[in-house]
């Protein structure tokens, strides 16, 4: 005779079933695999999932708790994390840093300090991957203790030239690692903190005055905007090459050295040039942008020179080149203090205007006369001149 199963669910008695009937009804849901039966010939109540015949379905883990149990670290899924240490270039790594010592100060009652292990979280990497991986409740990867090494590695990219600096963006994927290791953390222990997924305004905010600075960044390392920073001749960009020599700033064999101008797509409004042989500024008259005011001298027609230098990366430092012994004859050079450019700029044309200098002494020839030239803030003298390179990586 085929197998007869009684159920039995909260007291109350089901079937009897076929072995097939049974199956259907665990598949579609209407018994449980733990649900108390009863066939003929068993010794007693046995749950459902027991009897041989029966096909259970695949057992599922019960659903994470939403704020039962609560969370170890600071638990955020990982994709979260990724995008938005992209996206904030960097900003939220130093937030998932403090809110993870703020955890471990609260775990062990510590007076350790999470805002500044936070700003100094290259160098406090280190030990918050050994805390993590000692609080595994299943041995963890030995891999682990040298992500902090790869985070580093990736934070001294950014004193590559460009673009290679912009490996330093990918240095949210060794903490990603540990945001992952951290969610196995949380999940064995049946948790899920109620931010995990949850991106809020304030994170937008942050994204999309951060994805700005990102795109800006980007194009001017790949130069497809014009760079913020004085740049070598090497760097200055081939369209700008071609408007120079057209504008006549750059002749047949003229070496350019030192360039800069206040553009940002382009350089036909405004910039400032320094060459082997002469220093040019120049500027598009406003309401006429036909013209183009040019102002040019060469080393040996340079009276003396002024310098202001700013203090204030959103402020540019100024330079006053003199061409006669009247104060008021020569022109400005509007230069950017980023990197020390502006430095560069005038140390290399005080050495140039030094060596036309000399050789005029050298030969007899009236030349201006001697002395430091007048500088506003700091002053650069003839003879006394700081050499520094221009690039990513100048001070």
């Known amino acids: ?150 985070y580093l590695a990736f934070h001294l990219c950014w004193k590559l030239p460009e673009p290679w600096w912009l490996i330093s963006m990918f240095s949210f994927i060794p903490l990603a690692v540990l945001v992952l290791q951290v969610h196995r953390i949380n999940s064995t222990r049946g948790s899920r903190a109620p931010y995990y997924g949850r991106i809020g305004l304030g994170a937008v905010t942050g994204m999309v005055v951060g994805a700005l600075v990102l795109v800006m960044a980007v194009a001017s390392s790949f130069h497809w905007i014009v760079p913020s920073r004085v740049v070598t001749g090497e760097e200055i960009r081939s369209a700008d090459l071609r408007f120079l020599r057209a504008e006549g700033m750059l002749e047949d064999g003229e070496l350019p050295l030192y360039f800069y101008s206040i553009g940002i797509f382009s350089v036909a409004d405004e910039g400032n040039l320094l060459t082997d042989r002469r220093v040019v500024s120049y500027f598009r008259l406003p309401f006429e942008s036909a013209r183009l005011l040019i102002s040019s001298a060469t080393f040996e027609e340079i009276h003396q020179i002024e310098t202001t230098y700013s203090d204030s990366a959103l402020e540019d430092s100024e330079v006053f080149v003199q061409t006669s012994a009247d104060a008021d004859d020569g022109f400005y050079l509007s230069l950017s203090s980023e990197e020390g450019g502006d430095r560069t700029f005038v140390n290399r044309l005080t050495e140039l205007w030094n060596e036309a200098r000399h050789k005029k002494e050298a030969t007899g020839e009236d030349g201006p006369p001697a002395g430091a030239p007048a500088a506003v803030g700091e002053a650069v003298t003839p003879l006394e001149v700081e050499p520094a390179p221009v690039g990513p990586g100048a001070d």
């Open 1 to 150: 005779m085929p197998m007869q199963i009684h159920v039995s669910r909260e007291g109350k008695s089901y079937g009897p079933y076929s072995v097939g009937e049974a199956n259907a009804y665990l598949q579609s849901g209407e018994l449980s695999a733990n649900d108390l039966a009863w066939f003929e010939g068993a010794a007693g109540w046995i749950p459902l999932r027991q009897i041989p015949e029966i096909e259970c379905p695949a057992m599922l883990p019960p659903p994470l708790p939403a704020h039962g149990v609560p969370s170890h670290y600071h638990h955020v899924a990982v994709w979260k994390f990724a995008l938005l240490s992209i996206l904030t270039v960097g900003t939220y790594d130093i937030i998932w840093f403090y809110k993870n010592w703020k955890f471990i100060k609260e775990r062990d009652g510590s007076d350790i300090m999470p805002f500044w292990r936070a700003i100094f979280g290259v160098l406090w990497c280190f030990p918050l991957a050994k805390d993590i991986r000692q609080h595994s409740p299943e041995p963890a990867p030995g891999y682990l203790g040298a992500l902090p090494l790869a």
